[in-house]
């Protein structure tokens, strides 16, 4: 029995330097490909794991600071991990507010996203400002299909919690304290302090700020 306590010691210690060197890797990484991308970004990054940037010509990616990005398999296990994604085409411009955290998140932008300060955006949510695809079925059939799609700009408030495997559509906003439910599709505005969820998301509840009184 002693022989495999102390295997099991071995393989714990192994395990732990093994994520201590690949966390300061992937934060070394992830600096270098905001950079190489031209993104500005405030200090006080953690990146667990190596998130996809592609920011093009005439693009822009904008980050305040205290950002925390969970990527891949190795971090917030929630199941379908990938990592986060940022992506910006067509002269869209990505904007992030301060202490923004969000695990597995994909953002696709062809005009304006902009997330405000203090959001937690749960595992795998997406959140993209164009339909891809244009509705024109002749159009679809062209290479400058992607370019003629539809485009409108998502903005995200401040204080907002978005659950996990979250999809937000182009022209939405949602408003400063509200929570998205996971699993939600979210096609339309949601207004400030309420609880929304479901496929096509729609208000469950209001949420009332807690009292300053005692």
């Not at 192994?14 to 600096?31: A, D, M, P």
């Not at 995200?156 to 998205?180: E, P, R, S």
Request: aromatic share 6%.
């Amino acid at each position: 029995m002693r022989i495999f306590s102390v295997i099991r010691l071995v393989y714990r210690a192994v395990r732990f330097i093994r994520r201590r060197v690949r966390r300061w890797g992937g934060q070394q990484l992830t600096r270098l490909r905001f950079y190489v991308n031209g993104a500005t970004i405030g200090p006080g990054l953690k990146s667990y794991g190596i998130p996809i940037v592609d920011i093009n010509e005439g693009c822009r990616l904008i980050i305040g600071h205290s950002l925390m990005l969970n990527n891949g398999l190795n971090h917030n296990r929630i199941g379908r991990q990938q990592p986060c994604l940022f992506i910006a085409d067509l002269g869209g411009t990505i904007r992030i507010g301060d202490r923004v955290g969000m695990s597995g998140t994909a953002l696709v932008c062809h005009q304006s996203i902009v997330i405000g300060d203090d959001v937690s955006i749960g595992g795998n949510t997406v959140i993209y400002d164009t339909d891809f695809h244009s509705l024109d079925p002749r159009q679809r059939g062209t290479s400058a299909d992607n370019a003629l799609a539809s485009t409108a700009p998502v903005h995200i408030g401040n204080q907002v919690f978005i659950g996990a495997h979250v999809t937000i559509l182009k022209g939405v906003c949602i408003g400063d304290h509200a929570i998205v439910g996971a699993g939600a599709v979210v096609t339309r505005n949601v207004p400030p302090n309420e609880l929304w969820a479901g496929n096509p998301a729609r208000h469950i509840r209001s949420l009332h700020a807690p009292s300053t009184y005692e």
